[in-house]
């Protein structure tokens, strides 16, 4: 499955692209993941989800495959296994960075991310339609702390669990008009 997300970055290009190759940066900065080792650019690291009443928890390695500083351009591959056997999952970003269009006093950057998701097994049968939709806000707070001024990045962490059903529960309320109160 593929998804896609665009956003401009509040952050200058050089800033976005020195947190996106410092890949314990990239654990922080993702909901449910923690990236616990780094040998140059391979890392080993951990993604937890929510998924109703059941935590799945996938461990995996991985390597930031391409990093073009001139081009700004990046790709990141990862392999999980989730820890009861109930599946697997292949990942792989791509990161495209260019400044944005603004006034010369404003530094922003627009990220293009394309992600494409492999799973194998029982936990993960979505659409690719619910997926992007889903993903849409995950991907978001993940950009948004990418911007995040270099003082205040390294403190920055989202241990919780990613939580797929209410991030899809939203989702779908925003849709459909439930959860909105009337008057």
Wanted: charged residues 20%.
């Amino acid at each position: 499955m593929k998804l896609t997300h665009s956003k401009v970055l509040d952050a200058p290009i050089e800033l976005v692209w020195a947190h996106f190759t410092d890949l314990l940066m990239v654990g922080r900065c993702f909901p449910g993941a923690a990236v616990t080792e780094v040998h140059g650019n391979d890392f080993v690291g951990r993604i937890r989800s929510r998924l109703g009443p059941f935590t799945l928890e996938f461990h995996g390695t991985g390597a930031l495959t391409v990093a073009d500083a001139d081009r700004h351009h990046a790709r990141l591959q990862a392999i999980g296994v989730e820890q009861r056997g109930l599946g697997k999952v292949d990942i792989d970003i791509t990161l495209d960075l260019a400044a944005a269009e603004t006034p010369a006093e404003v530094a922003r950057t627009r990220a293009d991310l394309t992600t494409v998701l492999v799973f194998r097994g029982a936990p993960m049968d979505f659409s690719a339609g619910l997926a992007q939709r889903a993903s849409d806000p995950l991907v978001s707070r993940f950009l948004a702390c990418m911007a995040i001024p270099d003082g205040q990045a390294h403190q920055h962490g989202d241990d919780a669990p990613l939580d797929l059903v209410s991030t899809v529960s939203e989702m779908l309320g925003a849709l459909t008009g439930f959860g909105r109160r009337r008057p």
